[in-house]
């Protein structure tokens, strides 16, 4: 291993990593596809030479220096092995997301003048073809399906098997070339660039060097101690940064293998089959998946449920703790054993996680009891924090310190500041060159200094974690000059199964005050167990038992509000729960489902007076519009509670 | 489309003056009609048009009593619906005749029965040149179930499937017999749009791909005049239409007949 590493610290770009692994182990497995119900398996020997044909050929075809090559399909070997063919030359691969619309496309292609393009089939070709007339650069489009593209006539259109032929072909004439164009390579030239989705507005092309890749990808390896034998399942967009770090820079920097499933749809069996043990999942991911196991976790016999119940319980109390290798009572310790024989084991078999050693999950706040349900049953689930501009690692929770609202310290080699408003500012080996084209928009977001203004909002905690509460500009005041970030209130309060939505208000303000909107669902099970009568959503809204217990989640956030001294000011004192849902279609919620608190404030300015005058009942009438377009008008009376807030120092002795 | 054109061959099938009784009832009268090599052929009609006893009697089923059926040049009388499916033709059914309780895979496999040499000992007990075979025919079938997308379902069985994606699996146990002329009895009937779109796409790719001929009926018009190169109309046992979409739509007797009178 040692003199494998000593090798691979030269290799200053991708296509040089390439190379050496084919050198080093040539028969290991680089990445592999299920394909005909049958894993099929290229070994880095394999790898690089497919990599080698397809770069001869894209420079046969007039691919040069510089150039840029879009890439748009689903995780496949060929997608991965054009990248380093673009990389090879000298020329920059931009993934693009495959289920991105046809007119999402244009700008990338327009805005880096794209020639060449490879798309994985005939889905993507058609989206190609269709925004041609926009993209007149676009000159050579090369697939990988050929099913339903054989009467295809466009002069622009290749196979990638006609092109691997040309490839073969120019290699026999010239051997050299390609050694000779990798050698020109450096680490400090452009090797990637992604389009941030743009939900903040204008799609910016973001330009990674090799060398920050490598930097971050080696970075968390040696953290994790990957290794050639990790194994890593790729099924989430090759567009997406994170992604591209774990099925290419970091088997690139460490060896390990990846594997492409069958199609999206069979993702969980063929991960079942894979058994990765390096894994990512966004939250909303683990959340499904949760849902799956207890939803056939209802329809098991009698006994098996209460075996599951019973020891889920010994797992919530001492599952993480176990993990984190803290002590544990004897006793704790053989049950947990005797449970992990009977049901942790085998649910982390039935959900692909047997041979994790290593999950993350990042994106949005994950709820505390998801991320403990994880890690409860031994899978080592941690936080990251990190973006396209920072290549993913900026911080990562160390085995042993994982907590369920931090993302952790941050990993070797960054640096971390907050300007006064709280803004995160980075400064890493890992960040970005510059938005592709766009000076204003680099200026704006990177410092003379080299710090990185990331927008969100946040600080460290007592262990020197880092915890991301918001996006700054929605970061408010208090009228004591305490922070007040809602929506990291919201996030807290969303997380309860019976709270919908809820918008915190206290910018400003002496204190914190909250609409709160009920899971119709979840409270509406919960009343018919304690045969609770209700006419409706209005009248259950209403009822008192309801209050009490939206009242009880928010004194748990307040609890724990209390032990955090930086925020412990943001309490919820009062709060009512609103009439009606809130919907899209009123304007209260974005089409993506974010609450867009400034409306809210504004269209229920009375509540919110109610909320602060200190009234017990505020009476209101609210105009709604039905699915079909048609209006209606709701009236109700609502209750308006006062919740119990915790002294700051005092909860801290509890905690 | 003009590269379509191109593709299509010569007549593989021609029904020659048909007549199709049962007791009184007239099912069929007289009816002639070519399929081509390679095209996508549509029957359509109102309720009891005689389309699905048309496609019977190509299929074997039913015998006609006047009336011949050539296919490949070959005028055949009496085969029954094993022997049609010898030589080439396969079908699909309105009503699904798919065996719910076995897994997807093992339907398809059962398509592929026909082309199963060795005996049934051997097959029995996977040893020697039956497990060889075996390997093959699951080859045909791994590509059609990846050419109809179904790989999550290989193991699920079908009953427990909903209906598109049984119609999915009743389309690929029919490729599994290598057809050269496909009868598809409306696959798309009880569909939703989108799975609806898929099938027709499968359909085009199948046609496309393989080549096959397709022979197909079906309810929804804007279907039928999307995919199909050209269109056949029955109307009580009788054929009132016959030729391209646009033809076919333009026909007065069938725009009354089947279209409806327009206002």
């Known amino acids: ?113 794209i020639t060449h393009a490879v798309a994985e089939d005939q889905e993507q070709v058609d989206k190609l073809l269709e925004i041609l007339p926009q993209c007149p650069s676009l000159k050579r489009i090369y697939y990988d399906e050929p099913r339903g593209l054989r009467h295809y006539a466009q002069p622009q259109l290749m196979s ?34 992604f389009f941030t989705s743009g939900t903040t507005g204008v799609a910016k092309g973001v330009v990674l060097t090799h060398l920050s890749l490598i930097d971050r990808a080696r970075a968390a390896a040696e953290m994790e101690g990957l290794n050639d034998a990790d194994v890593v399942l790729a099924y989430l967009p090759p567009a997406w940064i994170g992604q591209n770090i774990f099925s290419y820079a970091q088997p690139f920097v460490t060896g390990y293998c990846i594997c492409c499933p069958e199609s999206p749809e069979t993702v969980m069996s063929d991960m079942r089959e894979i058994g990765p043990t390096y894994y990512f999942a966004p939250p909303r991911v683990l959340e499904a998946l949760l849902t799956q196991v207890s939803i056939r976790m209802e329809d098991a016999s009698a006994l098996k449920r209460s075996l599951y119940r019973h020891f889920m319980e010994i797992a919530r109390r001492v599952g993480g703790a176990i993990l ?156 004591d000059g305490s922070l007040f970030a809602p929506k990291y209130l919201e996030n807290k309060l969303k997380f309860f199964p019976y709270i919908k939505e809820a918008v915190a208000f206290g910018h400003g303000r002496d204190r914190v005050c909250a609409f709160i909107n009920m899971d119709m669902e979840a409270v509406g099970n919960w009343a018919e167990k304690r045969s609770l009568p209700y006419a409706g959503y209005v009248d259950l809204a209403s009822r008192d038992e309801v209050y009490d217990l939206v009242r009880d989640c928010i004194e748990r956030v307040n609890a724990d ?95 | 489309m003009n590269d379509r054109a191109h593709r299509i061959g010569d007549v593989i099938l021609a029904v020659d003056r048909v007549s199709l009784a049962f007791g009184g009832v007239k099912a069929l009268s007289d009816v002639s009609f070519d399929v081509r090599e390679h095209e996508v052929r549509a029957i359509i009609g109102p309720n009891g048009a005689g389309k699905s006893s048309m496609l019977n009697v190509i299929n ?62 051997l097959q029995a007990l996977r040893i020697g040149p039956a497990l060889r075979e075996e390997i093959e025919h699951r080859e045909v079938v791994e590509r059609i179930i990846d050419f109809l997308e179904i790989q999550a379902y290989r193991k699920t069985p079908v ?82 239409g016959d030729g391209s979409p646009d033809e076919v739509r333009a026909n007065q007797a069938v725009v009354d007949a089947y279209l409806g009178v327009s206002h």
């Open chain 1, 160 to 193: 990638c098997d006609e092109l691997l032929e040309i490839g073969r072909e120019s290699y026999r004439r010239d051997p050299a070339f390609l050694e000779t164009e990798i050698a020109k390579g450096a680490g400090a030239d452009t090797a990637a660039m």
């Open chain 2, 60 to 121: 074997g089923v039913y015998h006609p009593q006047q009336g011949t059926i050539r296919y490949l040049g070959r005028e055949y009388h009496d085969m029954d619906p094993h022997e049609v499916a010898e030589s080439g033709i396969a079908r699909t059914f309105q009503s699904l005749a798919l065996f719910k309780g076995m897994s997807v895979l093992d339907n398809i496999m059962s398509g592929r029965n026909l082309k199963m040499r060795s005996n049934i000992l």
């Open chain 1, 1 to 113: 291993m040692a003199e494998n590493l000593s090798g691979l610290d030269t290799c200053d770009t991708f296509p040089k990593l390439l190379l050496h692994h084919a050198r080093v182990r040539p028969e290991h497995p680089a990445i592999r596809e299920k394909d005909l119900g049958i894993w099929q398996t290229w070994s880095w020997h394999r790898f690089a030479d497919e990599v080698r044909s397809l770069a001869c050929g894209l420079a046969a075809q007039d691919f040069k220096r510089g150039d840029h090559l879009a890439i748009v399909g689903d995780n496949r070997p060929r997608i991965y092995a054009a990248m380093c063919a673009a990389q090879c030359l000298g020329g920059i691969p931009v993934p693009l997301y495959q289920d991105a619309v046809a007119a999402e496309m244009a700008f990338p292609i327009q805005n880096a003048a």
């Open chain 1, 561 to 655: 509000l209390a032990a955090e001294p930086e925020i412990a000011g943001s309490q919820i004192h009062r709060f009512l729960i609103l009439h009606k849902e809130l919907d899209a279609d009123d304007g209260e919620l974005t089409r993506t489902r974010k609450v867009r608190r400034l409306h809210v404030g504004e269209k229920y300015a009375e509540l919110v007076a109610a909320l602060y005058e200190g009234r017990p009942v505020v009476h209101v009438e609210a105009q709604v519009r039905y699915e079909d377009g048609r209006t209606g008008s709701i009236s109700a009376d609502l209750k308006i509670r006062d919740a119990k807030t915790f002294p700051p120092a005092a909860a801290r002795k509890a905690a």
């Open chain 2, 159 to 240: 009953g427990r499937l909903p209906y598109g994606l049984q119609k999915r699996v009743d389309l690929a146990r029919a490729l599994a017999m290598e057809p050269r002329v496909l009868l598809l009895d409306e696959p798309m009937s009880g569909m939703n749009m989108e799975e609806k779109q898929d099938m027709c796409r499968f359909i085009l790719d199948v046609n496309d791909q393989f080549g096959t001929t397709v022979v197909l009926i079906e309810h929804d018009m804007s279907v039928v005049m999307d995919i199909s190169d050209r269109v056949v109309v029955l109307d009580y046992g009788k054929k009132i």
């Open chain 1, 324 to 479: 984190d290798g803290k002590s544990v009572g004897t006793a704790d310790r053989l049950l947990y054993r005797l449970g992990d024989a009977l049901v942790y084991g085998p649910l982390r078999n039935v959900l692909g996680m047997s041979r994790v050693r290593v999950a993350y999950t990042a994106g949005e706040a994950i709820g505390p009891d998801l991320f403990r349900f994880y890690r409860s049953i031994g899978i080592n689930l941690k936080q990251l924090y990190g973006s396209t501009e920072t290549c993913v690692f900026v911080c990562v929770q160390p085995n042993g310190q994982v907590k369920a609202d931090t993302v952790g310290p941050a990993v070797k080699g960054v640096e971390l500041s907050f300007t006064p408003e709280r803004e995160l500012l980075i400064r890493s080996p890992g960040l970005f060159k510059e938005y592709y084209k766009n000076p204003q928009a680099t200026a704006e977001s990177k410092d003379a200094q080299g710090w990185f203004h990331t927008g969100d909002a946040g600080y460290f905690d007592a262990d020197g974690h880092l915890k991301i509460i918001d996006r700054v500009k929605d970061v408010g005041k208090l009228a």
